[in-house]
């Protein structure tokens, strides 16, 4: 059983198909939960398929946590019904059903001290964050870093992995989210529903890490110091006429190295993942039309593939 893209926007259709089966480099994935992408449904993988084609009936979410089911012959890192976790391509299957085909590459062991529901929300958030500042910002240790969302599903990330490296954190948030955003490492704060973020800062910044684009990002673009660079991955028109955005815009890829290295901060305690809210598997459209109620106001919302997910 799995929840597909029907061809109608933010619009979900409920399908089986034959069991997967792995090649080699391949496993099988048993879900437990789905991290969601509330955009995704709009996004050019779900509409069309890696050779351009149009195409319907993509399933979503490509964040996960679950146990192995079956492996490609020529895998030997995993054992079946070992838990994991992981993100999958964007063109290949997502995880909305029960049983997703991933390459091994994209998995790791899942984080011991945290259940399947926070497992499902690190993935993207957590590699984005990594990649954003280390590969693209080329963050050191003593950067000064505007990070905008401090309390988003990236953003919060990116304010733990930023401050666990030593650099001094500037994060935009609603004044809800403030002591939140500050345990997590923020060490100055900005409220952007009242103040313009370019007036509060008072120092160039190495690395703006823009998760909004638009005219946030083209307003931060004069913080930053000669030489250093935005990294956006909010939109890949806009600013990108200037040479600190030209190579900033970055779409995040699974990477297994990485995810075990997240695994381990958060079973040695120093980075958290934040739940905005569950959903069942069977009201998952709604995560994706915005009509969850008493949302959260941070963090991920993730989907409870198996009646038996936990947090």
């Known amino acids: 059983m799995r929840l597909a893209d029907s061809g109608n926007p933010g619009h979900l259709v409920e399908a089986t198909l034959p069991d997967p089966q792995p090649a080699p480099g391949q496993v099988v994935v048993r879900i437990v939960a789905a991290g969601v992408t509330p955009t995704e449904l709009e996004w050019y993988p779900t509409t069309h398929d890696a050779s351009g084609a149009p195409r319907t009936g993509a399933v ?42 991933t390459e091994a590459s994209s998995l790791a062991p899942a984080p011991i001290t945290i259940g399947a529901i926070e497992a499902a929300s690190v993935p993207i958030g957590a590699l984005t964050a990594w990649q954003g500042l280390f590969e693209h910002g080329h963050l050191h240790p003593g950067d000064r870093v505007l990070i905008h969302g401090g ?3 990236v953003g919060h990330f990116a304010v733990q992995i930023a401050h666990l490296h030593g650099a001094h954190v500037i994060a935009t948030a609603s004044p809800s989210n403030f002591a939140l955003v500050q345990q997590l490492g923020a060490d100055e704060l900005i409220d952007y529903h009242a103040t313009r973020f370019e007036d509060a800062v008072t120092e160039p910044v190495d690395i703006v890490f823009d998760t909004v684009g638009g005219d946030v990002l083209l307003r931060s673009l004069p913080l930053l110091k000669p030489g250093r660079f935005a990294v956006t991955i909010a939109s890949d028109k806009e600013g990108n006429q ?4 030209q190579h900033a815009f970055f779409i995040v890829k699974p990477h297994q190295r990485q995810l075990m290295e997240i695994a381990a901060l958060i079973d040695t305690g120093k980075l958290r993942t934040l739940v905005d809210s569950v959903v069942p598997f069977n009201e998952a459209e709604k ?9 959260a106001g941070h963090g991920k919302i993730v989907v409870a593939v198996s009646p038996a997910a936990t947090v």
């Not at 995560?287 to 949302?295: E, Q, S, V």
């Open 242 to 245: 200037d040479p600190r955005v």
């Open 60 to 101: 979503p979410s490509h964040e996960f946590s679950g146990t192995i089911a079956s492996l490609g012959s020529d895998v030997h890192d995993f054992t079946l019904g070992q838990s994991v976790f992981g993100m999958n391509d964007w063109f290949s299957p997502g995880a909305l059903a029960e049983l997703c085909l």
């Open 287 to 295: 995560a994706y039309t915005g009509k969850i109620p008493n949302r």
């Open 151 to 153: 309390a988003g599903s």
